[in-house]
């Protein structure tokens, strides 16, 4: 397998308290993969490095993106990603995956290649963790799923978990209905837009600012409007009901419109059915349900899904997740149907817990949060410690940007809330958290070690 290995450059920084504190700019890779996909490889100094490996699986990228690494997903608020991993003393690597779209296939092949590289590169890690969003969550699901020779866990956030199909028919059926609602608005077959709809779409000059969002936010059409949107499922948050709804009509109507041709090519045929679906929320259900355009999947498109992107639950390596109950692209019933597999396989508490967010919004946490959950899931494999030794001893503060900082002893009180929250039971030790195992999973407990 060829690679072409760039010339190693220096992070831009941005956490400027890290050189305050003696961090030396971490070095790093980039690079284009065999499949086309790009690269990037940071790294602590070796006195800090820990030698576990930190991968980043990002989520979606529209079909008529260019294949590039998301910088505006590689930010947590003012933090930059492979700073925060890097400064705690993890290596990290993250990729583009070899196309935009749909991607999970890709991400999943491009992942596995990438800690071959980190291999080439940087030397075997100890270990290797995982975590993904939305996209990336599913893809990193699947991962632990089907490698836990490789990966020691994985941090799955917003993730399409439970059912992949069911997202497809999710997305897919607030573009049918809302041609109920709206006919003729959008031009163009509703369930195969052309070329030109798809390139114009985005933007402020783009067709929905201009003419879908002038449409929905009409009072005259107020009734039509909030009756699709609850036939369709649309979240929003109550304390801001119409804004949000506007943002939940926009965000699906735009996967449907600038992805749906590129999904059914990357199947192999076209992924959504709603044949026999019946639909409810209607003053006049039996209208909308004669009235609603109809269309048949592909056979060859849902065996491909069932086969190559839906998860079973079956774990044998630690799984977190983390997903707000209103997300208005992959609804929060992805826990519930992922929670139903992983109990028929009697993975739950044994491998996988979730933290419910009570909040509005796709991605939408807090750096609590998902450091608290990174926290619980090193802590089912022993691994706290490994983070509390990167923000250093308790009372000590790791520089996160010029105006804020967590401590060790801040961070251990957050994952320990969010573990009690996720269903963990915690020792006394204020540095211990232990995760809730059933007695034939605590006799059968493996050496969770990155194994190639």
């Known amino acids: 397998m060829i690679r072409q290995v760039r010339k190693p450059f220096v992070w831009l920084i941005l956490l400027l308290g890290f050189a305050a504190n003696g961090w030396a700019q971490p070095p790093g890779y980039e690079g284009t993969q065999a499949s086309g996909s790009l690269y990037r490889i940071a790294t602590p100094p070796p006195e800090k490095y820990n030698r576990v ?104 956030a917003c993730g399409i978990v439970g059912d992949f199909r069911a997202q497809i028919q999710y997305i897919g059926d607030a573009r049918a209905t809302f041609e109920y609602y709206f006919p003729g608005l959008i031009p163009g077959d509703p369930l ?31 009734d039509a409007f909030h009756e699709w949107a609850a036939v369709a499922h649309l979240r929003f948050d109550p304390d801001d009901r119409e804004a949000t709804l506007l943002t939940s009509a926009e965000l699906l109507l735009s996967y449907n419109i600038v992805n749906l041709n590129d999904s059914a090519e990357t199947l192999g045929g076209f ?42 639950g079956s774990l044998q390596r630690p799984l977190m997740t983390l997903h707000t109950t209103l997300d208005q692209l992959v609804p929060y019933p992805h826990e519930t ?33 998902v450091l608290g959950m990174f926290a619980v899931l090193l802590s089912y494999n022993g691994d706290l410690h490994l983070l509390l030794d990167g923000l250093g001893n308790a009372g000590e503060t790791l520089p996160l940007t010029p105006w804020a900082s967590i401590s060790a002893t801040q961070v251990t009180k957050d994952a320990q809330s969010i573990a009690i929250a996720a269903g963990f039971h915690h020792a006394d030790s204020p540095h211990a958290i232990t995760p809730v195992r059933t007695q034939a999973s605590s006799t059968s407990r493996v050496q969770r070690r990155f194994v190639r």
Request: charged content about 15%.
């Open 53 to 156: 490996l930190l991968i980043y699986a990002h989520g979606f990228q529209d079909a008529t993106d260019p294949v590039q690494i998301p910088e505006n997903q590689m930010r947590f608020g003012d933090v930059y990603l492979p700073d925060l991993a890097t400064s705690l003393g993890f290596g990290f690597a993250t990729c583009s995956y070899s196309k935009t779209g749909l991607a999970v296939v890709q991400g999943v092949n491009d992942i596995l290649d990438l800690v071959s590289i980190y291999e080439d590169v940087v030397g075997r890690p100890e270990k290797v963790y995982l975590a993904g969003i939305s996209e990336g969550g599913l893809i990193t699901a699947l991962l632990i799923e089907r490698h836990p020779e490789v990966f020691a866990g994985g941090l799955a």
């Open 271 to 312: 992924p959504y059915d709603n044949t026999f679906t019946w639909y409810t929320g209607a003053s006049d259900p039996w209208a909308l349900n004669a009235g609603v355009p109809r269309v048949r999947a592909d056979q060859i498109a849902l065996d491909t899904m069932r086969n190559q992107y839906t998860t079973t």
């Open 192 to 222: 195969h837009p052309a070329d030109d709809l798809i390139h114009n779409w985005y933007g402020p000059d783009g067709f929905f600012a201009t003419v879908v969002a002038p449409a929905l936010t009409d009072p005259a059409h107020a």
């Open 337 to 369: 149907l992922y929670t139903l597999k992983n109990l028929k396989s009697h993975s739950y508490g044994t491998q996988r817990l979730n933290l419910p967010v009570e909040r509005y919004g796709h991605c939408n946490f807090t750096l609590p949060e």
